[in-house]
């Protein structure tokens, strides 16, 4: 059993920037790799971004890349968004999700466990 818990969302102007936090519990963290997702009311979750097991391979979605940018730091079992410049469009709950040794999933159905989200807000 995987225990994720995200934290850092918050309100900010559009423009701002936002770091995200997962931190990981029940499994080898470095044996992971890590996803985030958000969904927006009324819309399905969608795919952000990715960082691979082995640490060194992020993947992004178009609509992010070049704004976001995924980290981890294994030794604290945790890992990062860095959301900038931001937009009101980027509104929603964002997740982390956890899959086993995977090498870039990008769809709902391809992780294992699931945090419980938290809310990002970006004001216009």
């Known amino acids: 059993q995987v225990q994720l818990v995200e934290s850092g969302g918050g309100l900010v102007q559009a423009g701002g920037s936002l770091r995200l936090s997962c931190a990981a519990s029940?499994?080898?963290?470095?044996?992971?790799?890590m996803g985030w997702f958000r969904q927006a009311p009324g819309k399905e979750r969608e795919f952000v971004g990715a960082i691979m097991w082995t640490g060194g391979t992020t993947g992004y979605s178009d609509s992010v890349k070049g704004r976001f940018t995924i980290s981890r730091d294994n030794a604290k079992n945790t890992a990062y968004l860095q959301m900038n410049s931001l937009k009101p469009e980027d509104t929603a709950v964002y997740y982390c999700?956890?899959?086993?040794?995977?090498?870039?999933?990008?769809?709902?159905?391809?992780?294992?466990?699931w945090g419980q989200g938290t809310q990002v807000t970006v004001s216009s």
């Open positions: 999700a956890s899959k086993e040794r995977t090498w870039y999933p990008n769809r709902v159905a391809d992780y294992d466990y």
């Open positions: 029940g499994r080898t963290f470095s044996e992971s790799t």
